[in-house]
């Protein structure tokens, strides 16, 4: 019972959120730090529609916000909006129906509209400018170094069509709005009626986004900027994220993709502002796909190929942005969205209902019941619930032929047999006394957080190239990966993207390598906080104060401050200086002297 009672809040701290899990946090943090030097474009971050898990739930009002707010502060990424041209009124919304002028005179009032045969709540005043004013308070709460990051935003163009409506009268005078093209001729009681709608929106696609002010990176950032950060074989035009956020202080960027909106005489026109403020899809080479195209299933035969470096060097310098949208005909289960990841696409989940807790209804708890199924899957780099260092070292072992599974929730049993191949001498020696769990494995899931004690062979990659990799000959604790165990021109190290943790894993699998390999990161000296750079690098944001830190700094001025206590006790108690004691019997003696010699009689005149 008190386990499932701690396992219980995987990714949330409070079931109305709004702060990640101590465990999110950390493996949210040390996949961020890792990937510092790896430029934007090929960042791939956990993505959500906001009108499908957000809008459509609760409706298209500033009331919805708080969600939104939420959503970014568990630390989801990149934020898909669906943005309609409303070919009646010229302007841009958010509501994906016309809103009819007489609907209400109140612009903040909530009402029912219908349109395609589906209804929604929208509020008139409800606009794109309010989305950006969220993110940029969330952005402004944001910007510390420890928390910072980056958000992408998706721009979905669609169309409201302005399509003929037809009314049809009978003879008591109702009428029906059919919201469908009109028929080629009007039978009988039949007329063309053009309804009235409300000018609600932007005439402006990139106007509000001045709401952004400087965090925004736009095209023509990327026109006039000069980076300061080069990563060797990426050799990419975007900034490396430790130069996007902390060189140029930018935290975000616009992009857009326009597959369902429509070129008719009535199409809004991209203006020069609207290119200058805004990264399209195709004019700007960013890869989209979805997941009707079989690009799992062409990921998971890439896992299995032959290994060729070349392949994943190609990779980074012809696509970008790369991004895998899911529907309702195909929607991304937690593992699916998870291999996409690792694949290095981004996911973006784009379906109307996805299962939740058991649960088939949508309610207003929805997108939190959502995100809680994902966001312990939601890493490129870690496996599912991952970083834990909660569990036994006996069961740290947890391999199976197929897959190295992350441990069950019934770990605990000492009769459960995790391992059906036990220790190998030439891949693994597992520590039976010494227990420290906090040294990071690559397994077939992911990263995972082992007993620095087992030995395993190190993941070594070339000092060169980061997409080649190669293993040591011989098995090591992590406390011994800082002597020179890899082979000439290869060090011990971790993946810094998505594409080079592909790469590692397609290396692994080509040489049946079931069993872990670590990796270079840790968090030994501040528990919580995983770094690279061996078992003695230090955490960026805390200092390490252990006893021998402690004793060595204090020890100097504990033994001077001893010292001079041992001299005033020894001259208070025990020293007689002469000065001192015959000065009172001096003084008096030459006052008697002077009176004797100057000595009156009498009252002086």
């Known amino acids: ?11 949330l701290a409070e079931a109305n959120w709004p702060r990640l899990s101590t465990r999110s946090s950390q493996a949210y943090r040390a996949e961020r730090d890792i990937a510092l030097d790896i430029p934007i474009d090929q960042q791939t971050p956990f993505g959500i529609s906001a009108n499908r898990l957000i809008f459509d739930v609760e409706g298209y009002t500033a009331d919805s916000l708080a969600t939104l707010s939420n959503v970014l502060y568990v630390g989801i990424n990149a934020i898909m909006l669906d943005m309609y041209w409303n070919e009646y009124t010229h302007r841009w919304q958010l509501c994906p129906a016309p809103i009819p002028e007489d609907a209400t005179a109140n612009s903040s009032e909530t009402v029912k509209v219908s349109w395609q045969d589906k209804t929604y709540r ?19 709460s944001s910007n510390i170094n420890s928390e910072a990051n980056v958000v992408q935003l998706i721009l979905n163009l669609r169309s409201i069509r302005n399509d003929t409506v037809v009314v049809r009268t009978n003879t008591t005078g109702n ?58 074989n990426y050799d990419s035009e975007f900034p490396t994220m430790q130069d996007f956020m902390f060189n140029m202080y930018k935290r975000t960027l616009i992009s857009a993709i326009n597959t369902d909106f429509r070129n008719t005489s009535r199409t809004y026109n991209l203006s020069s502002a609207d290119r200058d403020s805004i990264f399209f899809y195709e004019d700007s080479g960013f890869t989209l796909n979805d997941t009707s195209e079989f690009v799992l299933e062409s990921c998971r035969k890439r896992l299995t190929d032959v290994f060729d470096s070349n392949y994943y060097s190609q990779r980074v310098h012809t696509t970008k942005f790369r991004t895998l949208i899911d529907s309702n005909e195909a929607p991304l289960s937690r593992d699916d969205a998870h291999n996409a990841l690792q694949c290095g696409y981004m996911p973006v989940l784009n379906a109307s209902w996805y299962p939740a807790d058991n649960k088939s209804n949508i309610s207003d708890d929805y997108t939190g ?40 929730e019934d770990d605990d049993d000492d009769n459960d047999v995790d391992n059906p191949f036990g220790d190998d001498p030439d891949w693994q020696e597992t520590a039976e006394s010494q227990v420290a769990e906090k040294c990071v494995a690559m397994k077939q899931g992911g990263w995972a957080v082992e007993n620095c004690y087992n030995k395993y062979r190190l993941a070594c ?42 790469a590692l894993r397609n290396f692994l699998n080509a040489s049946q390598v079931i069993y872990p390999v670590w ?18 690098a230090e955490c960026p944001y805390k200092r390490a104060v252990t006893t021998s830190n402690l004793i060595r700094s204090i020890a100097p001025s504990a033994v ?19 000065i001192h004691s015959n000065r009172r019997r001096h003084w008096k003696r030459v006052i008697n002297q002077y009176y004797k010699k100057n000595d009156y009689e009498g009252v002086p005149s």
């Open 369 to 408: 019941r959502i995100l809680n199924r994902y966001i312990p899957y939601s890493y490129w780099s870690w496996g599912s619930n991952e970083p834990n260092a909660s569990f036994v070292n006996k069961t740290r072992i947890a391999l199976d032929q197929d897959d190295l599974r992350t441990r069950d």
């Open 175 to 232: 009428r029906t709005v059919a919201t469908r093209p009109a028929p080629t001729s009007l039978q009988t009681g039949m007329v063309v009626y053009q309804p009235k709608y409300m000018e609600v929106g932007n005439t402006s696609l990139s106007g509000p986004i001045s709401t952004l002010n400087s965090y925004l990176y736009s095209p023509r950032d990327l026109n006039t900027s000069v980076q300061i950060n080069v990563t060797s």
């Open 461 to 502: 990659k070339n000092t060169r190239n980061p997409f080649e990799w190669q293993l040591s000959e011989e098995i090591a604790s992590y406390f011994s990966t800082n002597q020179q165990v890899c082979p000439k021109n290869f060090k011990f190290g971790i993946p810094h993207s998505s594409t080079e943790q592909l």
């Open 519 to 536: 990796i270079d990161l840790n968090d030994i000296t501040i528990s919580g906080c995983f770094v690279d750079g061996g078992p003695y």
């Open 560 to 578: 001077v401050a001893v010292v001079i206590l041992l001299l005033i006790f020894y001259e208070r108690f025990f020293l007689s200086t002469p």
């Open 1 to 11: 019972m008190w386990l499932w009672i701690f396992l219980l809040p995987v990714c």
């Open 122 to 140: 929208c509020q008139p005043s409800f606009a794109d400018s309010d989305v950006y004013a969220t993110l940029r308070d969330y952005i402004k």
